[in-house]
C-alpha cells in the first residue's frame, strides 16, 4: 500500500510549521506544504527535507479563495490538514465528497457548525472529517466527555482555559482573540440558552496546591457549543484567562469600555497583534480543565480534571498529528465528528507526553 499523503494547508505558519515537522518525524506519511505564499512553503519544505534526512516534502500553491484550484491541488492528497481558518465549509466539502480525510484546527463554531451540515454527503461519499482538534477545542472537550463520564452524562459542564502571556502565539490566533473581544453568544446554562457577552463577568478557580483562586472570563470558543451538539451535557459553558491577570483584567476592561470596536481599525489591529506578540514575557504553560456538577447523598460535588503542559501551539500540533494518524487508521466511520467522539483522553496525553514530559494530568473535588 502506497504511504499516505498529507496536505497541511497553511504549514509554513506558526502552528502549522509544528504539525508538518511532527508528520514528517512520524515517517508514517508523505507530507505536502501548502499555502498562498508557494515560495516560503518550498523554502519550509526545504528545511523538513533536510530535518527529516532526505526525505521528501513538497510544497505547493493554494489559495482557498480560488475553489477550482483547491479541488485539483487535493487530486492526490488522502488527508487536508486545515491549519488556517478558511472563509467558509468550501475546503471541508470538496475533501469529503472526493472521499478523503479532513482535519481541521478552527475554535470559530460558525465554520465548526457550517461543516457539521456536510454530514449526509461526507457518509455518502465515504468522507471523514475530525473538529475541535486541538487545545480548546479539543482537549477540552475530551476533559469534559471525561468528567461527564465520571460524573453522570446529564451533568452541567465548565471548561476553563488559561494561556501562557509567554507563548509565542501566531498573528491569526492573536487577531481571532482580539476580533472577538466584544462579541455577544449563545450559551446552554442550567436554565437554558442565555446571551452572554466575552469578558462580561467572571467565575474563579482554584488549582491544586495554589492558595488562590484564578479568574475565568466568558469567551465564544467553540468547545461550548460542540459539546452540546454533541453529547448529553445539560449545560456547558466555557471561561478564559491569560497567565497574566493584569492582562486579562485590561482586556476586559477595555471589552466594557467599548474599546474593541476601535481594534476593528486595521492599523490598530496590526499594533495590537504586533504588541502582544513582544510582550512574550512570563510563563509558556497552558492549563485547561473541565468540572461536572454531580448530585451525591451528601450534596453537590464538583468534579474536576485539568491537565497542563508548556507550548498551546506544540501542544495543539500533537493533537493534531494524533487526529490525522486517527483517520488513517481505518477506525473513523464516514462522517463528521468532533474529537471527543473518536478517541479518548489517555491516548492523547500519551501523545502529549511524548513530546513534553512535563504535561500533568490533576483530580480534585470542589
Not at 477540552?140 to 453522570?152: K, Q, Y
Request: charged share 25%; hydrophobic share 40%; net charge neutral.
Amino acid at each position: 500500500m502506497d504511504t499516505a499523503k498529507v496536505l497541511v494547508v497553511g504549514g509554513y505558519g506558526e502552528v502549522g510549521r509544528r504539525v508538518s515537522e511532527g508528520l514528517v518525524r512520524s515517517g508514517e506519511v508523505r507530507v505536502v506544504i501548502a499555502g498562498r505564499r508557494e515560495e516560503e512553503a518550498t523554502r519550509f519544505a526545504s528545511e523538513l527535507s533536510e530535518v527529516a534526512g532526505g526525505e521528501e516534502v513538497s510544497a505547493r500553491h493554494i489559495d482557498l479563495g480560488e475553489r477550482p484550484g483547491f479541488e485539483a491541488a487535493i487530486r492526490d492528497i488522502d488527508v487536508v490538514v486545515m491549519c488556517v481558518d478558511a472563509p467558509d465549509a468550501h475546503a471541508a466539502l470538496t475533501t469529503v465528497q472526493a472521499g478523503k480525510g479532513y482535519v481541521d484546527i478552527s475554535a470559530d463554531d460558525r465554520l465548526l457548525t457550517s461543516i457539521e451540515a456536510l454530514e449526509s454527503r461526507a457518509i455518502a461519499a465515504g468522507g471523514r472529517a475530525l473538529l475541535s482538534v486541538g487545545l480548546a477545542p479539543g482537549l477540552t472537550n475530551l476533559l469534559g466527555a471525561e468528567v461527564m463520564r465520571r460524573s453522570g452524562q446529564n451533568s452541567e459542564v465548565s471548561l476553563w482555559i488559561e494561556l501562557g502571556m509567554g507563548d509565542v502565539h501566531g498573528e491569526a490566533a492573536i487577531g481571532w482573540m482580539l476580533d472577538h473581544l466584544d462579541t455577544r453568544f449563545q450559551v446552554r446554562g442550567p436554565d437554558g440558552w442565555r446571551e452572554v457577552r466575552s469578558l462580561e463577568s467572571y467565575r474563579t478557580l482554584r488549582w491544586p496546591e495554589e492558595p488562590h483562586p484564578r479568574r475565568y472570563y466568558p469567551f465564544p470558543f467553540a468547545d461550548q457549543a460542540s459539546l452540546v451538539r454533541r453529547s448529553t451535557a445539560r449545560s456547558v459553558e466555557t471561561r478564559f484567562r491569560l497567565s497574566s491577570g493584569v492582562i486579562t483584567g485590561a482586556l476586559a476592561w477595555l471589552s466594557r469600555m467599548g474599546g474593541a470596536r476601535a481594534l476593528r481599525h486595521n492599523a490598530l489591529r496590526q499594533m495590537a497583534i504586533g504588541g502582544l506578540q513582544s510582550f512574550a514575557r512570563g510563563t509558556d504553560r497552558w492549563r485547561v480543565a473541565a468540572s461536572a456538577k454531580a448530585g451525591t447523598s451528601s450534596g453537590d460535588t464538583t468534579f474536576v480534571m485539568g491537565m497542563e503542559g508548556a507550548g498551546e501551539s506544540r501542544a495543539t500540533a500533537t493533537v493534531a498529528v494524533a487526529a490525522v494518524k486517527k483517520l488513517l487508521s481505518g477506525d473513523v466511520a464516514a462522517g463528521i465528528w468532533h474529537l471527543h467522539q473518536v478517541m479518548g483522553l489517555s491516548s492523547l496525553v500519551d501523545a502529549l507526553q511524548g513530546d513534553d514530559p512535563n504535561v500533568r494530568v490533576s483530580t480534585w473535588t470542589l
